[in-house]
């Protein structure tokens, strides 16, 4: 495609409310287009190349591995969010809306009631088993704090898949090979990424596994062992149905305690770990057990502001995910100090100040969380389990190795679900005895929008984006330097050609701008390779260029297309 024909807005200006590497790039490369500054996007051009690009990469090897395509409605009548329960558990990320017959809709953050109403009305007996289809469609959650650009976005593009078995050794057998699979398409989109055992969130579940792009930037936060290849994140928690007995509190309920200021702090030294995620993570998990809320206000109070956070939250422990460094320093937490705190009736606060005794508590389930932000909760009224469940050895390394922390950006979730929606929903088949049964689901999703920033925080240098090979917007610059030049412009002309008959996708720079603005852009673009047309064609040479590194190379006018083939 020619340069000058297409819509390719780059800019010098650095988006306000960019911190990020990829948004910048994304947003000065004329990739994509804030809509309003909150988390919506425009796709521009060549955004949209991307996208479908690895879009395409990611629909190949599913379709390799059986997987069917569908396209589900967006907009969800309620009624099915009903008829799973999670109507009322979804909060706030969920947007509710009626139409003009007072009828209630949702736009779907995630589909499985709707792809489970596809199949129980389409799927009947055990023989039309096992099935996996999947979308790549629009999903929109009303983040709390949408942020980074394609990171975090409210309406963002996912491919979500579905599989329906007659057993849960079948269901399984799907779930590995969706690992493996998805193994493939974070390989061929050049990412360096580690699957690490993770939390189910609001999907539910009994098992899942996340793909972590591995990146500084990442808003994740994980533990991995680079000997035996273990990983998880530190949300996840080793779930056992183990009730703590609750004990006469030692604090007065309702009065206002202080702890040893020191913890926090002290102890992300001692681990060389985030407090910020450290108590991000004690709060959040707190949450996840319904009306167990009272935990939070452990965590959070300290801070007016924080109220209306935590009362917001406390229908759902996702949205606490969002709670920024800000809010937690406006609360004291950085600071390192967990309070001054009210502690809630029947609970009890011990502070944990020996940190060599928390030296095996390194791994992200509950209790060791709480002992590396420094506490721990004795008291909790009833079957409160995640906390104090955690064994140590759980979470840590198979091998005995000493694991480290690193930060990832979450881009694939898949879980094992069992029946937690085909029972409620009714998504049953008939066995071979000709008996109902509820069939048992997996489900598998990317942030197919989000792969484009990974990828971009992964590679990109002080000029601008590097594009791996399979998520190039082309896979080669073609840039005249000086268009008034015959002869640059007969053999850019000529090449175009050329490489585009060889099948190759080429960005033709033919436009009447300087070389320099011209270079810039290309650096600020990042397609993989350049072939510079410019002075030196005096002596029968042009120039070869590699975006990573810059690497520059003269080639001989009449060699260069077997250099670039
Ligand atoms: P996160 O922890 O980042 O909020 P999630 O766990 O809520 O993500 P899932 O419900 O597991 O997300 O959804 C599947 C995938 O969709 C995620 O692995 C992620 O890649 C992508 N995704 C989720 N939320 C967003 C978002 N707001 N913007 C872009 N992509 C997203
Ligand atoms: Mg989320
Ligand atoms: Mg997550
Ligand atoms: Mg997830």
């Not at 759980?394 to 879980?415: N, Q, V």
């Not at 011209?518 to 260029?545: C, N, R, S």
Request: hydrophobic share 40%; with cysteine; glycine share 8%.
């Amino acid at each position: 495609m020619r340069f000058s024909r297409l819509l390719i807005p780059t800019t010098k200006e650095t988006p306000n409310d960019a911190t990020l590497a990829s948004h910048i790039y994304l947003i000065r490369g004329g990739f994509i287009q804030s809509v309003g500054g909150s988390g919506l996007y425009n796709f521009l051009p060549l955004g949209k190349k991307v996208l479908d690009r690895v879009r395409s990469v990611v629909k190949e090897e599913l379709d390799k591995a059986g997987c069917q395509e569908v396209s589900l409605s967006f907009v969800t009548p309620a009624s099915l969010w009903e008829e799973s329960g999670r109507y009322e558990k979804y909060g706030k990320e969920l947007l509710r809306f009626k139409d003009r017959k007072n009828n209630e809709f949702v736009l779907g953050p995630t589909h499985e009631e709707m792809m489970v109403n596809l199949v129980r009305q389409s799927v009947k007996s055990y023989k039309q088993l096992p099935l996996n289809l999947y979308q790549i469609n629009l999903k929109f959650r009303d983040e709390i704090r949408p942020r980074f650009g394609l990171m975090r976005g409210r309406e963002f593009l996912m491919k979500d898949g579905y599989s329906f078995h007659v057993s849960e050794k079948d269901m399984k057998r799907e779930f590995a090979l969706m690992e493996e699979t998805y193994k493939k398409i974070f390989t061929r989109l050049g990412l360096e990424f580690k699957v690490v055992e993770a939390d189910s969130g609001a999907i539910g579940g009994s098992g899942s596994k996340e793909f972590m792009v591995l990146a500084d930037s990442g808003e994740d936060t994980i533990v991995v062992c680079d000997n035996c290849d273990y990983g998880a994140n530190i949300e996840a928690a080793v779930r056992r149905e183990k009730a703590c007995e609750a004990k006469a509190p030692e604090t007065e309920p309702g009065k206002v305690h202080t702890p040893d200021t020191t913890t926090i702090e002290a102890l992300s030294t001692f681990f060389d770990a985030d407090p910020y995620y450290l108590v991000k993570t004690v709060a959040k998990r707190a949450l996840y057990d319904e009306g167990k809320s009272e935990v939070v206000l452990f965590a959070l109070r300290g801070s007016d502001e924080l109220q209306e956070v935590k009362a917001c939250n406390a229908v759902n422990a996702n949205d606490l995910v969002d709670i920024s460094e800000e809010e937690l320093e406006a609360a004291g937490l950085l600071a390192g100090y967990m309070g001054p705190t009210v502690v809630p009736e029947g609970v009890r606060v011990v502070l944990d100040n020996n940190l060599k005794e928390a030296d095996s508590m390194i791994c992200g389930a509950n209790e060791k969380d709480q002992h590396l932000a420094g506490v721990s909760f004795e008291g909790m009224a009833g079957d409160y389990h995640d906390i104090a469940a955690v064994q140590e050895g759980d979470l840590c390394p198979k091998c005995g190795s000493p694991m480290r922390y690193t930060k990832g950006i979450e881009a694939g979730h898949i879980f094992q679900l069992g029946t937690q929606y085909s029972e409620p929903l009714g998504a049953t088949f008939l066995d071979e005895n000709g008996k109902a049964q509820p069939m048992v689901m997996g489900t598998y999703g990317i942030g197919v929008s989000r792969l484009l920033a990974a990828i971009i925080e992964q590679n990109h240098d002080e000029r601008g984006c590097i594009w791996t090979k399979e998520s190039a917007p082309f896979d080669l610059q073609l840039i005249v330097s000086n268009i008034k030049d015959e002869a640059q412009v007969a053999l850019g002309e000529k090449l175009y050609d050329a490489l585009s008959a060889k099948g190759l996708d080429i960005l033709f720079d033919d436009r009447k701008d300087r070389f320099g603005a011209k270079m810039k852009d290309y650096e600020l673009l990042g397609i993989p390779h350049a072939v510079v047309i410019g002075k030196k064609l005096q002596d029968g040479l042009v120039e070869f260029i590699s975006r990573e590194g810059l690497v520059k190379e003269e080639v001989s006018a009449d060699d260069i297309l077997d250099v670039v083939g």
